[in-house]
T-cell receptor
């Protein structure tokens, strides 16, 4: 049973436009959420995170929004650039003793020039 | 440059053999992790270690073993008991548990 779901396997966006990647979760105990970016044949790279006490966190072109009541978070990339083309993983943790990150299956973003 | 080094990048194993994947970090991180990624899947946690000489099972530990004798090193052994070992294996570390993890570039294991 997936606790973190990324329902869109892929997304295609024009350069300069906004990319919106979505993530849903089922475990109400999750209190910290992260986005990772992964290029082929490389390990994931941490991008941005948000704590459950916030509803928005911004870092340059990247903004993560958290809607706790809907158990939904999204990553906005504005403006999108061709170099943003990668697989984006959403991850969540409840900060329990395991310190485990639960990952979604990823969304492949393609930004076309 | 600080980072995580996984070696080798590609590894081939005959059925019935144990194989050990290397993971070294020079970030001075306390916590280290091993994940497995299968096509079209997210990352699943195999083992993690919060501190030297301590490690805990993750969600899919069966058929795997680890050791943490040094802070910098967290090798993963894929044993012959692992029924489906072909996968992409990722090692990660973080300053402490719950903090953002830094990943290596992975090892792709294939069964001959």
């Amino acid at each position: 049973d997936q606790q973190v779901k990324q329902n869109s396997p892929s997304l295609s966006v024009q350069e300069g436009r906004i990319s919106i990647l979505n993530c849903d979760y089922t475990n109400s105990m999750f209190d910290y959420f992260l986005w990772y970016k992964k290029y082929p044949a490389e390990g994931p790279t941490f991008l941005i995170s948000i704590s459950s006490i916030k509803d928005k966190n911004e870092d340059g072109r990247f903004t993560v929004f958290l809607n706790k009541s809907a158990k939904h978070l999204s990553l906005h990339i504005v403006p999108s650039q061709p170099g943003d083309s990668a697989v984006y993983f959403c991850a969540a943790t409840d900060g329990g003793s395991q310190g485990n990150l639960i990952f979604g299956k990823g969304t492949k973003l393609s930004v076309k020039p | 440059d600080g980072g995580i080094t996984q070696s080798p990048k590609y590894l081939f194993r005959k059925e019935g053999q144990n194989v050990t994947l290397s993971c070294e970090q020079n970030l001075n991180h306390d916590a280290m992790y091993w994940y497995r990624q299968d096509p079209g899947q997210g990352l699943r946690l195999i083992y993690y270690s919060q501190i030297v000489n301590d490690f805990q099972k993750g969600d899919i530990a069966e058929g795997y073993s680890v050791s943490r004798e040094k802070k910098e090193s967290f090798p993963l052994t894929v044993t012959s008991a692992q029924k489906n070992p072909t996968a992409f294996y990722l090692c990660a570390s973080s300053r402490q548990l719950y903090q953002p993890q830094h990943f290596g570039d992975g090892t792709r294991l294939s069964i001959l």
